[in-house]
T-cell receptor, first 120, second 114 residues
Framework: EAQVTQNPRYLITVTGKKLTVTCSQN?????MSWYRQDPGLGLRQIYY???????DKGDVPEGYKVSRKEKRNFPLILESPSPNQTSLYFC???????????????????FGPGTRLTVT | GENVEQHPSTLSVQEGDSAVIKCTYS??????FPWYKQELGKRPQLIID?????GEKKDQRIAVTLNKTAKHFSLHITETQPEDSAVYFC?????????????FGGGTRVLVKP
């Protein structure tokens, strides 16, 4: 089954304790991205990756790190979590990276099930 | 950077009526505008998208229009049904040096009353 998976789905942790949220897709997608969703603020992009070893900052990258060593995986790392990082996190992927030419399709982003993180 | 504003934040309609959600964006270089629907407790799912070289696109009861000059785009849902109740997000994609960022609006909570 084609899907985007995230682990863990729920996590309660304490300030400063490093954590990693994994994201994996089995669709051979080029583009992967992390978002956080907060009430009243919608979805905000944290980091994205156009392909293996190509990553860049989204709108709210502070306090997060990512890596893309393999095409299928795009982990989100919080080196020193703080309470303001309490949020619902979504990983997403799309077949193709949105480029200037935008020819053809494959830009639909498929979202993972979400990870609810609480930092106390 | 890109800024996307979405209105209204909540919308209540009677079943069978139409619903319209409007979004404006700030960067004229944005070239791709998807709309996502998120039901309660679920992940967002794409319902329709439009590229900057197209003015309107329809898919059954939903349609999106784009006005590049005014930098706004709208989602139209006709003959609304209770299953249309959800939060809807618009977004705009802009090409940065290393790739494409996607900026979302704040969302519109739509309630369709039977």
């Amino acid at each position: 089954e084609a899907q985007v998976t995230q682990n863990p789905r729920y996590l309660i942790t304490v300030t400063g304790k490093k954590l990693t949220v994994t994201c994996s897709q089995n669709m051979n997608h080029e583009y992967m991205s992390w978002y956080r969703q907060d009430p009243g603020l919608g979805l905000r992009q944290i980091y994205y990756s156009m392909n293996v070893e190509v990553t860049d900052k989204g709108d709210v990258p502070e306090g997060y790190k990512v890596s893309r060593k393999e095409k299928r995986n795009f982990p989100l790392i919080l080196e020193s979590p703080s309470p303001n990082q309490t949020s619902l996190y979504f990983c997403a992927s799309s077949l193709r990276a949105m480029t200037g030419g935008m020819r053809g399709g494959g830009y639909e982003q498929y979202f993972g099930p979400g990870t609810r993180l609480t930092v106390t | 950077g890109e800024n996307v504003e979405q209105h209204p934040s909540t919308l209540s309609v009677q079943e069978g009526d139409s619903a319209v959600i409007k979004c404006t964006y700030s960067d004229s270089a944005s070239n791709y505008f998807p709309w996502y629907k998120q039901e309660l407790g679920k992940r967002p799912q794409l319902i329709i998208d439009i590229r900057s070289n197209v003015g309107e696109k329809k898919d059954q009861r939903i349609a999106v229009t784009l006005n590049k000059t005014a930098k706004h785009f709208s989602l139209h849902i006709t003959e609304t049904q209770p299953e249309d109740s959800a939060v809807y997000f618009c977004a705009a994609s802009i090409k940065e040096a290393a790739g494409n960022k996607l900026t979302f609006g704040g969302g519109t909570r739509v309630l369709v009353k039977p």
